[in-house]
């Protein structure tokens, strides 16, 4: 594959070794070593967050950010995520309600989940900030203060965005984070939450070590969800390597967007009020399942692996419990966006190929279908 | 602390490094990665099992292997055993009942189980092989055989169990384990699953990728419950170390049975049919939970660190939904258990002084105590 379509950047092994070394002379291997605390200070700082908890995976992230907010409720979420956001809480068995989509942003939308006129203060909004691009974060604000259900945003695509002169992890009663190995910033596997309220933080505190407080007790119904001082020191070996990262996938983001913008191919719509969208993903919107289905085929031939982010809606996998509005928007959009390569060791010069291929492609798909349609 | 209660072994950092070296290389750090697969394949080769499927956790394997057996109904369970194996199920909502335990191997009884006299094919009888020492096998057999319940062994004490010529891994519907940087066999964090049945795996494999199947579809309701190939990688070096520490904690678990043998000090009666015993805990049986406070502590001023292994019974904490039948042994035994170290750094030098200190202590315990009775 000439360009595939994500290669995580080596780590330095340098580095990596001597916190190795560091680790095995203590023999303090986990349970909220040091490392485990140095990353999430330093996280909170790179970040300007507080009550910032780091856990085994963003999915238990999402489960844990729900269970200290002393959740029991219905789930309102968007159909258009990774299945986690999803999945997550269907593990836990909740009952999980769809709402449609915004069809510029593709984000979740206010004014669907609003329709559900039923929404409790035990319910939870859980809303993806979708491939980097924020929430109609004010909307949700407002939905929250009318019904006082808690909000809790999956931040998994926006570990850099900026909103409103915030890192986007400040916002909701919790947001969520997922540090997989294939993400912008990464523990190999890990996530991370980061409460609005530190008492929710100290509950959550107990709950990834199995309940204990201090003492010793058993306070909480808890799991084990701790992140490794081996998965620590990857983070915290990549954190010292991130903004020369963010700065490359940003440049990269940047040119994909200036060129698109010359073209008629679209791309999502960045909600107001964005400072920086995390360089997380580059979508595109194309016209139909189909199109996107060729243009993937066509692209692969050409050497270059695109995703299909989504493969299909939640909503349509009927393995939860739970129901969804009619989501006209969702339906429309469904099968429709393709996500395109993007890691620092792209050259600007292979930005300017895959975009060639791209519009090369897209045409010769888009004749092909209008000669089909007059024929 | 001259002895602490526990003291992992070093990881031997240059096989690490070679490994570290391989992934970085590889640029493949969890996802089923090569190395994840290569562990499980030596471990169902060291530990004569088929179908083991590595994890994130130990706490996670319970639910997995819960999940996908298909289980929805009750579980009963014993109050004496980690916490985990009770919060696990917690996590899911799922009714928690607790059975009595035997008073001669403390582990869950299954005429206690019995009890229950509405036992259905949609419950799980969930039972610790505890210290290492096999439960009755034959008579939960019995009872799964007349109920049509599911039975999981939680064998995370029992790594090294041998019963009736097999690894005890391989009984039950499920065998379940943690490889926790504390226990004989770890990955840091980390734990496994041993199914019984093949389909039962492939539905499990599933499940700790998000519910995928091959073709990328969602086929299951999943999560995130995969082992990364730096967690893996310990466990590989870890291995090749494996005979020469079991080797050396049975020598020490020998040592202290033998002296203890010669003393009133009682310890847990290994259940008949076991062939090895898991070298993991050496636990003694106290008179009550008051001696076994007073000795703790003055073990820790001889500078000997001992655990309670359990704090408490887990019926006791109210936090589970669920009943129990009234449970004398569990209340009779409750707070007297106490572990003393075991770890391959001890020497016989070692050991000979720990037992001195326990029988010296003891005897003023109880001396102290008669003169409190009698005066």
Redesign the interface.
Known sequence: MKHPFY??A??N?TR??QY??EI?ER?W???NGPLVRQLTEKLEEYLGVKNLLLV?????AL?VAY?ALHRKGRIYTTPLS???SS??F????SEIHYADIDNQTLNLDPGSVRKYSDITSDDTIVATHLYGNPCDIKAFENLKNETHCKIIYDASHAFATRFQGKNILSLGDASTVSF??TKLFHT??GGGVVFANADDLARAQKMIN???NKK???E?????A?M????AA?GLVVLEELDSIIEKRCAIADQYRSILDQTDITTTVIQEGTDICSPSYMPIVLASAKERELLQASMLNDGIETRNYF?SLQST?E??EGSHKVLPNSQRFNKRVLCLPLYPELTPADITYICDRLRFNLEAIRSEEQVCCTQ
Not at 90 to 93: D, I, K, R, T, V
């Open positions: 290669r995580p080596a780590l092994t990596l070794v190795l070394e095995n023999r291997y986990t349970n085994s995976s963003g999915t238990v489960q269970k990774f299945i986690a999945s997550a269907g593990w836990l068995g997989h190995a190999i596997e199995f309940g204990f010793n007790e058993i909480e119904i808890g799991i084990n701790k490794s001082e081996l998965h990857v493969d996998t393995l939860f």
